[in-house]
């Protein structure tokens, strides 16, 4: 059994495949196994995969018929036995330490998941639009450095991409966890449902990570508010909520967790929404998250966005949050420094929220 089982989805990926398993049988850390899946590919991929299987015994290679990113990458965990799982696509590639800083970073720290830094390469053919549209470096090269305890905030504030970090096969197996199958966003349902379960994180402060931004691929294409996948965003949250519910009876941290990435999936939804449909959409988690995790949940629009006026805070916590606002906003005013919108949404987001938990008492 190797350490790591590197795990590669690998769909009509002929021309960037080299590059990609180069990177991995040269890898400094040896004790590797690298699973790959050529997932219903129409050019030379599954050719290229078996040639490099007849060099390095390392290789595994699967055959699917059926397409989806999520599908092949559940075959290769259910083909893996490792004590880590890595991931890689197959049109992006590892620095050749990577492993080792990894493995090492996990192993020494004892923490439940560990995180890198990742370079954009781009790819020719991509438009000067869509560079400017796809490069966050902040994104995927975050600040934090070292071990934390995750809470609610690093979860939301880490990027969710599964492929520049590495997981622990244990977490894995006693929660069940796969990838649900939708055609996008996997990546943020798997690690929103195993940082339910983890409890520490460390952050690698290395660049070891190739992703290479290119024109056509499914993350390119999101950059099109006319995409329809862009409206589902409450599928992911959705699974993330059933993914929970395993747990019975839900502790109200949990709960919490789950109402925060609710919310925060589904902000990010609103540029794509009409009002009515936004109207709608409230509606429907309001009816769905208070049937599943029965607490009375308030999701309304506000300010061109979504916000939840139920937080299980009490009115005396709400009161006190309100006061500190309002110094704030005659601080600001006494120094003549500008009012920000994002305090006066606040302002007006905890009155709200003031006023709800009232109703609910009354």
């Not at 490792?82 to 890689?88: A, D």
């Not at 949990?254 to 990435?261: A, D, P």
């Given at each position: 059994m190797a350490a790591i089982s590197i795990i590669v989805p690998c769909h009509n990926v002929a021309a960037y495949l080299p590059k990609c398993l180069d990177s991995l049988?040269?890898?400094?850390?040896?004790?590797i196994d690298i699973v790959t899946i050529n997932n219903a590919s129409t050019d030379d991929s599954l050719v290229i995969l078996k040639k490099y299987a007849a060099r390095d015994s390392r290789i595994k290679v699967l055959d699917t018929e059926i397409a989806g990113l999520s599908h092949a990458r559940n075959i290769g965990l259910d083909n893996s036995d490792?004590?880590?799982?890595?991931?890689?696509d197959s049109d992006d590639w590892y620095s050749l330490e990577m492993c080792e800083i990894m493995y090492e970073a996990v192993t020494k720290s004892g923490a439940d998941v560990a995180c890198c830094h990742a370079f954009l390469e781009d790819d020719e053919g991509l438009s000067p639009e869509e560079k400017r549209v796809r490069h966050d470096n902040e994104y995927y090269c975050q600040k934090m450095t070292g071990k934390h305890k995750l809470n609610s905030k690093l979860i939301l504030k880490t990027n969710v991409m599964v492929w520049n970090k590495i997981w622990r096969r244990d977490l894995l197996k006693k929660h069940g966890l796969r990838f649900p199958e939708i055609k996008i966003h996997e990546d943020d349902c798997f690690w929103y449902m195993y940082t339910l379960n983890a409890k520490t994180i460390y952050y690698v402060n290395r660049q070891l990570y190739h992703y290479l931004l290119r024109p056509n691929s499914i993350m390119s294409r999101l950059t099109d508010k006319n995409n329809p996948q862009n409206k589902i965003k409450l599928e992911i949250a959705e699974n993330v909520l059933d993914f929970a519910m395993r747990r019975q009876p839900v502790p109200w941290s949990?709960?919490?967790?789950?109402?925060?990435?609710f919310l925060d999936e589904t902000r990010k939804t609103v540029p794509f929404l009409s009002e009515t449909e936004l109207r709608e959409y409230c509606e429907s988690l309001n009816r769905r998250i208070a049937e599943k995790l029965q607490v009375p949940c308030r999701f309304v629009p506000m300010c061109g966005t979504i916000t939840n006026l139920y937080t299980g805070h009490t009115e005396m916590e709400l009161l006190w949050k309100?006061?500190?606002?309002?110094?704030?906003?005659?601080?600001?005013?006494?120094?003549?420094?500008?009012i920000s919108d994002r305090l006066r949404f606040k302002i007006e987001e905890n009155t709200a929220?003031?006023?709800?938990?009232?109703?609910l008492r009354g």
């Open positions: 049988i040269n890898q400094t850390f040896r004790d490792s004590e880590y799982v890595m991931f890689c949990i709960k919490k967790l789950v109402l925060e990435i309100q006061i500190q606002l309002k110094a704030h906003y005659i601080a600001n005013r006494l120094t003549g420094k500008k929220r003031m006023e709800y938990t009232k109703k």
